[in-house]
């Protein structure tokens, strides 16, 4: 069992370059979300989904775009990649309704912005 | 808007030694968990406390909710060197769709 996988692992890029982060989970969970952590904040959510083809913003959307058009993977992107969106990505993913389940983490994406 | 805070934000220790973290939410919620991030790792689920007054133990590591309160503690008993990491607190918002807000994390170091 993969868990949540996200893929890649590290990339570089370069300012107004843009790139999709792919995250996919194997547990069949409805939710799924994508953070942010940076140095002292803990992690911010982007964006999530509550179920296939929904998505809706979090705490810090602004830069970033999501579809999810298979119940399975969460696609998030940077259309022009900025300075500020240097960070580590992680994915996650939870059953609907089970109140004593967590989220599930990916192992993250570390992503630098040159 | 949830917020949530984390005390200490660093802790050293040395080992054999107890301390305590606390976690503190600014509204009613339904659920806290604590996770655990070892450096350049994913997070581990450590605990989920869902009621006032749950209580929840793993090894040397206890964690309680009072929801009266709105605070939370992870309490380390013992402490060893294997339970250096960052430890981090969330909470639900209200609304059904599991979203999580996260405190800023504990990060400790347990020294020999």
């Known amino acids: 069992n993969a868990g949540v996988t996200q893929t890649p692992k590290f990339r570089v890029l370069k300012t107004g370059q843009s790139m999709t982060l792919l995250c996919a989970q194997d547990?069949?969970?409805?939710?799924m979300y994508w953070y942010r952590q940076d140095p002292g904040m803990g992690l911010r959510l982007i964006h999530y989904?509550?179920?296939?083809?929904?998505?809706a913003k979090g705490e810090v959307p602004d830069g970033y775009n999501v579809s999810r058009l298979k119940k399975q993977n969460f696609l998030l992107g940077l259309e022009s990649a900025a300075p500020s969106q240097t960070s580590v990505y992680f994915c996650?993913?939870?059953?609907?309704?089970?109140?004593?389940?967590?989220?599930?983490f990916g192992d993250g994406t570390r992503l630098s912005i040159l | 808007e949830l917020k949530v805070e984390q005390n200490p934000l660093f802790l050293s220790m040395q080992e054999g030694k107890n301390y305590t973290i606390y976690c503190n939410y600014s509204t009613t919620s339904d659920r806290l968990y604590w996770y655990r991030q070892d450096p350049g790792k994913s997070l581990e689920s450590l605990f989920v406390?869902?009621?006032?007054?749950a209580v929840k133990q793993e090894g040397r590591l206890m964690a309680s909710l009072d929801t009266k309160a709105r605070l939370s503690t992870l309490h380390i008993t013992a402490a060893v060197h294997d339970l250096s990491a960052t430890y981090f607190c969330?909470?639900?918002?209200?609304?059904?769709?599991?979203?999580?807000?996260f405190g800023k994390g504990t990060k400790l170091t347990v020294n020999p």
């Open positions: 989904s509550v179920g296939e083809g929904t998505t």
């Open positions: 547990m069949n969970h409805e939710y």
């Open positions: 996650a993913s939870s059953y609907a309704g089970y109140r004593n389940q967590p989220q599930h």
């Open positions: 406390l869902l009621s006032n007054g």
């Open positions: 969330a909470v639900t918002t209200q609304g059904g769709s599991e979203k999580l807000v």
